[in-house]
């Protein structure tokens, strides 16, 4: 069992920048690939970023290329996502997933462990 603990998030001003962590209790994040998904009110979650186990490829949900990067430590004891030139429409509860092996890094049923969420709040 992996348990995902995020933190980072807040109240920001449009333009601003919010950097969130994903840590797993107990243990590194080495064997698995680890995503990044959010849900506004009243809307579907959806994909944001994620990374694959080596750190060699990312991939980014359009609306967020050019200004969030997703990045783990040399250790993999850590997740993050930077964010910055942030919008309101960025505005939503922030997850971070994780699997050993998910056959598409973008969707979210493909990962079987998941966070409890951080809120980010973009004000206009």
């Known amino acids: 069992q992996v348990q995902l603990v995020e933190s980072g998030g807040g109240l920001v001003q449009a333009g601003g920048s919010l950097r969130l962590s994903c840590a797993a209790s107990g243990r590194t994040f080495s064997g698995y690939a680890v995503g990044w998904f959010r849900q506004a009110p009243g809307k579907e979650r959806e994909f944001v970023a994620a990374?694959?186990?080596?750190?060699?490829?990312?991939v980014y949900a359009d609306s967020v290329k050019g200004r969030f990067t997703i990045s783990r430590d040399n250790a993999k004891i850590t997740v993050s996502l930077q964010m910055n030139s942030l919008k309101p429409e960025d505005t939503a509860v922030y997850y971070c997933?994780?699997?050993?092996?998910?056959?598409?890094?973008?969707?979210?049923?493909?990962?079987?462990?998941w966070g409890q969420g951080t809120q980010v709040t973009v004000s206009s």
């Open positions: 990374i694959t186990r080596n750190a060699y490829n990312t």
């Open positions: 997933a994780a699997d050993r092996s998910p056959k598409t890094l973008n969707e979210g049923g493909e990962y079987d462990y």
